[in-house]
């Protein structure tokens, strides 16, 4: 069974510092995706992650993915608080008809 | 182009009767999916189908039944409601080109 976590739950930080959400998943995945949740509204595509050692970025979001440690990471850098949300991470393999399972996500409060 | 529409938007029902949840999509995607979020739990998927005439069970499909008779739309059923089943649904396609997921804006369901 797919499993998925995310570290932390909960995320408060000031407005310009810097920081990382982890992503850990317990078996073979080929996709991992980084999705930003408003409360209320549905989820809003982040990131799309295929090989090892993708970095993908934008903004002031940076994705990475590590295959083998079955980990990506989510680092904001210099936290705007616009970028308050909830962060999901999700997995999903081709051998399972690409269904998406997801992390608990991180809620991410940045304070001015 | 509407991509993932989603009906209805809100509804509140009382324990034991049903309804029926409507996807629809305009892109023509196989794979289509529908998931439950839970406070604190992100995603769960309930049932998915991965082409026309076709459906399968997901990680909670116990009180859900689906039905996927045209491409275009996947309807998911609560034949007797429970307060358990208070949540909010969401409706996903996937874009098998790239691998994005276009989610619908959700249902936000009350069972009392």
């Known amino acids: 069974e797919l499993k998925v976590e995310q570290n932390p739950l909960f995320l408060s930080m000031q407005e310009g510092k810097n920081y990382t959400i982890y992503c850990n998943y317990s078996t073979t995945s080929d996709r991992l995706y980084w999705y930003r949740q408003d409360p209320g509204k549905s989820l809003e595509s982040l990131f799309v992650?295929?090989?090892?050692?993708a970095v993908k970025q934008e903004g002031r979001l940076m994705a990475s993915l590590d295959t083998k440690a079955r980990l990506s990471t989510l680092h904001i850098t210099a936290a705007v608080h616009d970028l308050s949300a909830t962060y999901f991470c999700?997995?999903?393999?081709?051998?399972?008809?690409?269904?998406?399972?997801f992390g608990t996500g991180t809620r991410l409060q940045v304070t001015l | 182009n509407a991509g993932v529409t989603q009906t209805p938007k809100f509804r509140v029902l009382k324990t034991g009767q049903s309804m029926t949840l409507l996807c629809a999509q305009d892109m023509n995607h196989e794979y289509m999916y529908w998931y439950r979020q839970d406070p604190g739990m992100g995603l769960r998927l309930i049932h998915y189908s991965v082409g026309e005439g076709t459906t399968a069970k997901g990680e909670v499909p116990d009180g859900y039944n689906v039905s996927r008779l045209k491409k275009q739309n996947f309807l998911l059923g609560l034949e007797s409601a429970a307060p358990s089943q208070t949540s909010v649904y969401f409706c996903a396609t996937l874009r098998v080109v790239d691998h994005g997921y276009t989610f619908g804006s959700g249902t936000r369901l009350t069972v009392v």
């Open positions: 999700a997995v999903a393999y081709t051998g399972t008809a690409s269904k998406l399972t």
């Open positions: 992650l295929l090989s090892n050692g």
